[in-house]
Protein backbone atom coordinates (compact mmCIF):
# COMPACT_ATOMS: atom_id res chain seq x y z
CA UNK A 1 0.00 0.00 0.00
CA UNK A 2 1.39 3.16 -0.81
CA UNK A 3 2.26 5.96 1.81
CA UNK A 4 0.95 9.39 0.78
CA UNK A 5 2.91 11.79 2.43
CA UNK A 6 1.07 15.32 3.24
CA UNK A 7 2.57 18.72 2.18
CA UNK A 8 3.77 21.81 3.83
CA UNK A 9 2.93 25.05 2.28
CA UNK A 10 4.98 28.55 2.87
CA UNK A 11 3.16 31.28 1.49
CA UNK A 12 4.58 34.23 -0.56
CA UNK A 13 2.65 37.10 -1.68
CA UNK A 14 4.35 38.12 -5.37
CA UNK A 15 3.54 41.53 -6.85
CA UNK A 16 1.18 42.47 -9.43
CA UNK A 17 1.83 40.71 -12.24
CA UNK A 18 -0.26 40.37 -15.45
CA UNK A 19 -3.14 42.00 -14.34
CA UNK A 20 -5.49 43.85 -16.47
CA UNK A 21 -8.53 45.97 -16.26
CA UNK A 22 -12.12 44.18 -16.91
CA UNK A 23 -13.15 43.99 -20.44
CA UNK A 24 -17.01 44.98 -19.30
CA UNK A 25 -17.06 48.75 -19.10
CA UNK A 26 -18.74 50.28 -16.05
CA UNK A 27 -18.66 46.62 -14.33
CA UNK A 28 -15.45 48.00 -12.03
CA UNK A 29 -11.68 47.21 -11.95
CA UNK A 30 -11.67 43.48 -12.27
CA UNK A 31 -8.23 42.09 -11.54
CA UNK A 32 -6.85 38.79 -13.89
CA UNK A 33 -3.50 37.06 -13.68
CA UNK A 34 -1.64 35.60 -16.85
CA UNK A 35 0.57 32.21 -16.12
CA UNK A 36 1.45 29.46 -18.25
CA UNK A 37 -0.06 31.19 -21.62
CA UNK A 38 -3.54 31.44 -19.73
CA UNK A 39 -5.53 34.24 -17.98
CA UNK A 40 -6.82 33.13 -14.14
CA UNK A 41 -9.72 35.07 -12.44
CA UNK A 42 -9.50 36.42 -8.96
CA UNK A 43 -9.95 33.66 -6.80
CA UNK A 44 -9.04 30.81 -9.33
CA UNK A 45 -5.97 28.86 -8.10
CA UNK A 46 -3.49 27.58 -9.99
CA UNK A 47 0.28 26.00 -10.73
CA UNK A 48 2.90 28.10 -11.45
CA UNK A 49 5.52 25.60 -12.65
CA UNK A 50 4.98 21.92 -15.00
CA UNK A 51 6.52 20.11 -11.36
CA UNK A 52 3.42 21.33 -9.77
CA UNK A 53 5.51 22.63 -6.52
CA UNK A 54 4.63 26.31 -6.93
CA UNK A 55 0.72 26.87 -6.14
CA UNK A 56 -0.93 30.18 -6.91
CA UNK A 57 -3.84 32.04 -5.63
CA UNK A 58 -5.33 34.88 -8.26
CA UNK A 59 -6.34 38.09 -6.33
CA UNK A 60 -7.39 41.42 -6.49
CA UNK A 61 -3.10 42.50 -5.90
CA UNK A 62 -2.06 39.58 -8.48
CA UNK A 63 -0.83 36.47 -7.25
CA UNK A 64 0.09 35.10 -4.55
CA UNK A 65 1.95 31.79 -4.46
CA UNK A 66 3.10 29.07 -2.40
CA UNK A 67 6.16 26.75 -2.28
CA UNK A 68 5.54 23.34 -1.94
CA UNK A 69 8.06 22.44 1.00
CA UNK A 70 8.14 18.20 0.82
CA UNK A 71 8.60 16.68 4.20
CA UNK A 72 11.53 13.84 4.54
CA UNK A 73 10.83 10.42 3.54
CA UNK A 74 10.63 7.69 6.27
CA UNK A 75 14.20 5.98 7.03
CA UNK A 76 13.45 2.87 6.26
CA UNK A 77 11.73 3.66 2.66
CA UNK A 78 13.32 1.53 -0.12
CA UNK A 79 10.78 2.45 -2.80
CA UNK A 80 9.91 5.53 -4.04
CA UNK A 81 7.81 6.87 -6.39
CA UNK A 82 7.81 9.89 -8.74
CA UNK A 83 4.10 10.90 -10.75
CA UNK A 84 3.32 13.98 -12.75
CA UNK A 85 1.02 15.17 -10.99
CA UNK A 86 2.60 15.21 -7.41
CA UNK A 87 5.08 17.46 -6.76
CA UNK A 88 6.48 15.49 -3.77
CA UNK A 89 7.67 11.75 -4.23
CA UNK A 90 5.55 9.32 -2.37
CA UNK A 91 7.04 6.06 -0.46
CA UNK A 92 5.42 3.23 -2.11
CA UNK A 93 7.49 0.61 0.42
CA UNK A 94 9.07 0.57 3.59
CA UNK A 95 11.13 -2.38 4.87
CA UNK A 96 15.21 -3.63 4.45
CA UNK A 97 17.02 -4.59 1.43
CA UNK A 98 19.44 -6.80 1.95
CA UNK A 99 21.37 -8.53 -0.87
CA UNK A 100 19.00 -8.45 -3.29
CA UNK A 101 15.93 -9.45 -1.02
CA UNK A 102 13.31 -7.09 0.29
CA UNK A 103 12.19 -8.05 4.14
CA UNK A 104 9.51 -6.38 6.36
CA UNK A 105 10.10 -3.95 9.00
CA UNK A 106 11.11 -6.12 12.00
CA UNK A 107 11.23 -9.12 10.38
CA UNK A 108 13.59 -12.08 11.38
CA UNK A 109 15.37 -13.65 8.42
CA UNK A 110 18.12 -16.02 7.78
CA UNK A 111 19.92 -15.39 4.57
CA UNK A 112 22.44 -18.48 4.91
CA UNK A 113 23.55 -21.08 7.25
CA UNK A 114 25.65 -18.89 9.68
CA UNK A 115 23.41 -15.66 9.89
CA UNK A 116 20.37 -14.55 11.51
CA UNK A 117 18.92 -10.74 10.99
CA UNK A 118 16.34 -8.87 11.70
CA UNK A 119 14.98 -5.79 9.75
CA UNK A 120 15.23 -2.99 12.09
CA UNK A 121 12.90 0.28 11.85
CA UNK A 122 15.65 2.45 10.54
CA UNK A 123 15.92 -0.07 7.31
CA UNK A 124 18.96 -1.43 8.08
CA UNK A 125 19.46 -5.45 8.43
CA UNK A 126 21.41 -6.44 11.40
CA UNK A 127 23.19 -9.48 11.43
CA UNK A 128 24.39 -12.12 13.84
CA UNK A 129 26.85 -14.63 12.41
CA UNK A 130 27.91 -17.76 14.36
CA UNK A 131 31.42 -18.95 15.17
CA UNK A 132 32.02 -22.22 15.22
CA UNK A 133 34.22 -23.90 16.94
CA UNK A 134 36.84 -25.46 15.49
CA UNK A 135 35.90 -28.98 14.93
CA UNK A 136 37.67 -32.04 16.44
CA UNK A 137 38.57 -33.35 13.10
CA UNK A 138 41.13 -33.27 10.01
CA UNK A 139 38.07 -33.85 7.55
CA UNK A 140 35.16 -31.84 8.74
CA UNK A 141 32.13 -32.06 6.45
CA UNK A 142 29.33 -29.20 6.02
CA UNK A 143 25.79 -30.78 5.71
CA UNK A 144 23.09 -29.10 3.91
CA UNK A 145 21.23 -26.40 6.39
CA UNK A 146 23.92 -26.63 9.18
CA UNK A 147 25.81 -23.66 9.73
CA UNK A 148 28.93 -25.46 11.47
CA UNK A 149 30.86 -28.54 10.20
CA UNK A 150 30.69 -32.41 11.33
CA UNK A 151 32.85 -34.90 12.32
CA UNK A 152 31.06 -37.53 10.58
CA UNK A 153 34.23 -40.26 11.12
CA UNK A 154 34.98 -39.21 14.96
CA UNK A 155 37.34 -37.09 16.04
CA UNK A 156 40.98 -37.58 15.03
CA UNK A 157 43.94 -36.12 14.00
CA UNK A 158 47.35 -36.21 11.73
CA UNK A 159 49.84 -39.08 12.91
CA UNK A 160 52.65 -36.76 12.34
CA UNK A 161 53.50 -33.27 10.05
CA UNK A 162 53.87 -34.95 6.66
CA UNK A 163 49.71 -35.55 7.71
CA UNK A 164 49.28 -38.21 5.22
CA UNK A 165 48.06 -40.92 8.14
CA UNK A 166 44.78 -40.00 10.07
CA UNK A 167 44.88 -41.61 13.64
CA UNK A 168 41.20 -41.31 15.46
CA UNK A 169 41.00 -39.69 18.33
CA UNK A 170 41.06 -41.30 22.24
CA UNK A 171 43.00 -44.34 22.19
CA UNK A 172 46.82 -44.67 21.56
CA UNK A 173 47.60 -46.05 18.22
CA UNK A 174 50.88 -47.83 17.04
CA UNK A 175 51.75 -45.70 14.05
CA UNK A 176 55.02 -48.29 13.84
CA UNK A 177 56.74 -50.81 15.81
CA UNK A 178 58.29 -48.43 18.13
CA UNK A 179 56.04 -44.97 17.78
CA UNK A 180 53.08 -44.76 20.03
CA UNK A 181 50.80 -41.54 18.89
CA UNK A 182 47.68 -40.17 20.28
CA UNK A 183 45.15 -36.98 19.72
CA UNK A 184 42.46 -35.89 21.95
CA UNK A 185 38.42 -36.14 21.57
CA UNK A 186 35.81 -34.88 23.35
CA UNK A 187 36.15 -37.36 26.73
CA UNK A 188 39.92 -36.21 27.38
CA UNK A 189 40.58 -34.35 29.75
CA UNK A 190 42.77 -32.56 27.42
CA UNK A 191 40.33 -30.60 24.80
CA UNK A 192 40.89 -30.26 21.18
CA UNK A 193 42.37 -26.39 20.58
CA UNK A 194 43.16 -27.03 16.55
CA UNK A 195 46.17 -28.54 16.86
CA UNK A 196 45.82 -31.00 14.25
CA UNK A 197 48.88 -33.15 14.87
CA UNK A 198 49.49 -36.16 17.53
CA UNK A 199 51.32 -36.04 20.39
CA UNK A 200 53.18 -39.35 20.06
CA UNK A 201 55.92 -41.17 22.26
CA UNK A 202 59.29 -43.26 20.55
CA UNK A 203 60.43 -46.29 22.64
CA UNK A 204 63.83 -46.02 23.79
CA UNK A 205 66.40 -48.45 22.03
CA UNK A 206 63.79 -49.46 19.91
CA UNK A 207 64.58 -51.28 16.66
CA UNK A 208 61.91 -50.36 13.75
CA UNK A 209 59.95 -53.95 12.81
CA UNK A 210 57.10 -54.30 10.76
CA UNK A 211 54.90 -55.75 13.29
CA UNK A 212 53.49 -53.33 16.71
CA UNK A 213 54.79 -54.29 20.38
Not at 137 to 142: D, F, G, H, I, K
Amino acid sequence: MAVVLGCVVVLVLLGLRGSSPSPFPGSGPEETCEANGSVYYVGEWYFADSEHCIQCECTARGPACARTECPALPAACIHVSHYPSDCCPRCERIGCEYRGEVYDLDQNFQPSECEQCTCDSDGIARCLVADCAPPPCVNPVYQPGKCCPDCTDGPNCYADASRTRVIPGGEPVWVDSCTKCRCHDGQDAGYWEGNRLATCTRLRNCTHTDGHN
